[in-house]
Nanobody, 120 residues
């Protein structure tokens, strides 16, 4: 399984970005988004079930971020609104046979990451 994340960039505080993660081949796995800021451990951001019907968020992004997926396009998305400087990190997508898990070790496959910088 290969995961290709994209969509990162520089955005001002309060701005928005949408990250994409293309998965090949098609997977029925749950998908997760994680992020890692400089000097910090990788942390859970969101998880979405294989159908997309169920999504779980970290408290730090709840109400601002929205995860979704389009299985016809083998792509998972992370819509990020009201971005804050503390959201600055490399964002990773990952796949897991389990839904709702927040530990990185429980995700089998990882994308290469895409950098999000929130700064004025």
């Amino acid at each position: 399984v290969q995961l290709q994340a994209s969509g990162g960039g520089l955005v001002q505080p309060g701005g928005s970005l949408t990250l994409s993660c293309e998965v090949s081949p098609r997977t029925f796995s749950a998908m997760g988004w994680f992020r890692q800021a400089p000097g910090k451990e990788r942390e859970f951001v969101a998880a979405i079930s294989w159908s997309g019907a169920t999504v779980q968020y970290a408290d730090s992004v709840k109400g601002r971020f929205t995860a979704s997926r389009d299985n016809a396009k083998n792509t998972v998305y992370l819509q990020m609104n009201s971005l804050k400087p503390e959201d600055t990190a490399i964002y990773y997508c990952a796949s897991s046979k389990l839904f709702g898990v927040v530990l990185p070790i429980l995700y089998e496959h990882w994308g290469q990451g895409t950098l999000v910088t929130v700064s004025s």
